[in-house]
């Protein structure tokens, strides 16, 4: 039985839905990224005390970590700068986000609306956010909830190259600007610089946010994103084995050749115009050739690149996704099938397109199928 509201806090749960994500895409390393249509969903509540912790699927062994969660570390880390910002009073550019006034299904305040620009209607609740932080500052800092209750159904496998992390990093901070009076001082420039700050990398953080194709960089003022929209098909090799990404970048060299480094600054433009304008697809193997990362990392996960090469040897766009060890295609599980590719044991083949949508906030009381 949920409890009932908690002054200062929003009642009721919230539910937040957010992507796998695939980085790299071979060329584009720490750059690009695409946002995949394999969900994990993350409901978070306040209660009157204590905290629950429940976990379905990916992650269940986990669920006893207690504040170490990493989802619980997040929400925590984003309420107490929530709090920063309100006692100073200085929100971030006006957006149309997660902790507005509006929440009809399908609205700007339903998803991370990173396109939208400084000078909208929400202004004016950035305005009242000032004057509402001041008051809120007088009276002091609202502090951690009195107690949480969490609940996780995930489907995005752990430790493969798929953007767990990310995707309860980014679940985490979209939650807390709901939950939180003052969520609307966080806009999506300050969840992006958060959730970079909190997973090492912007990659697989940027299209989990926005959804779709996204281009990712660093700055002296913190992490930014473009996002391109994009239709496509692909098919994940997920494998049994596990790969912790602090090992795969563990392998890499400190310097690479000269002639390495043009190469995959080529390749990765060609990338973004072969994906963006639709290439053929010889064109589009061209452009996911690395130099940089996956053969340094091939000794930790022998079965992938062997994957990727027999893949790639049958005319397959294929890479590895981020540290791996899955391998994403850039084809349809049929085009795989009628090739009569033997894959192997031990892979679990994810047919999947693009999500063009990022971590979004789930319409109250509704049912949405993965």
């Not at 003022?221 to 990404?245: C, I, K, Y």
């Not at 349809?332 to 031990?346: E, K, P, R, T, W």
């Not at 892979?347 to 971590?359: D, E, M, S, T």
């Amino acid at each position: 039985m949920s409890p009932g509201p908690t002054p200062g806090w929003a009642s009721g749960p919230v539910t937040v839905r957010v992507p796998a994500t695939s980085a790299n895409l071979g060329p584009g390393f720490d750059s690009l990224g695409l946002a995949l249509t394999l969900y994990d969903d993350v409901t978070v509540e306040v209660t009157d005390g204590g905290l629950s912790i429940e976990v379905e699927g990916e992650g269940a062994e986990v669920a006893d970590r207690g504040e170490r969660h990493l989802i619980v570390r997040t929400l925590l880390q984003t309420f107490e700068l929530l709090d920063d910002l309100a006692a100073t009073g200085h929100p971030g550019p006006a957006t149309d986000q997660p902790g507005s006034a509006t929440d009809q299904p399908g609205s700007a305040a339903d998803h991370v609306g990173i396109a939208a620009q400084p000078g909208t209607a929400g202004a004016a609740a950035a305005a009242a956010g000032v004057a509402a932080a001041a008051a809120q500052a007088a009276a002091g800092r609202l502090g951690a909830p009195p107690g949480l209750r969490l609940r996780c159904t995930n489907r995005i496998p752990h430790s493969r190259g798929l953007g767990s992390s990310s995707a309860a990093i980014v679940a985490g901070i979209v939650a807390a600007r709901r939950l939180h009076p003052y969520g609307h001082l966080l806009d999506d420039e300050g969840a992006l610089r958060l959730a970079t700050d909190i997973e090492g990398h912007p990659d697989n953080v940027a299209p989990c946010l926005a959804g779709g194709l996204t281009i990712a960089w660093t700055t002296d003022e913190g992490p930014r994103l473009v996002r391109l929209d994009l239709e496509r098909e692909v098919v994940a090799f997920v494998p049994d084995q596990r790969l912790a990404t602090e090992r795969a970048r563990g392998l890499l060299p400190e310097t690479v050749p000269h002639k390495d480094a043009a190469a995959n600054a080529g390749r990765a433009a060609l990338l973004i115009a072969a994906l963006n304008e639709g290439l053929p697809q010889d064109v589009l193997l061209d452009a996911t050739e690395d130099r940089l990362h996956q053969d340094y990392r091939s000794p930790a996960m022998p079965e992938s690149a062997a994957l990727v090469a027999r893949l790639r040897v049958n005319g397959v766009p294929a890479v590895i996704s981020g540290a791996g060890p899955t391998v994403l295609a850039f084809t349809s599980a049929s085009q795989v099938d009628s090739m009569g590719l033997d894959v192997g044991n031990g892979w679990c083949i994810h047919p999947l397109n693009v999500a063009p949508r990022g971590a979004c906030v789930q319409p109250v009381g509704s049912f949405v199928r993965p």
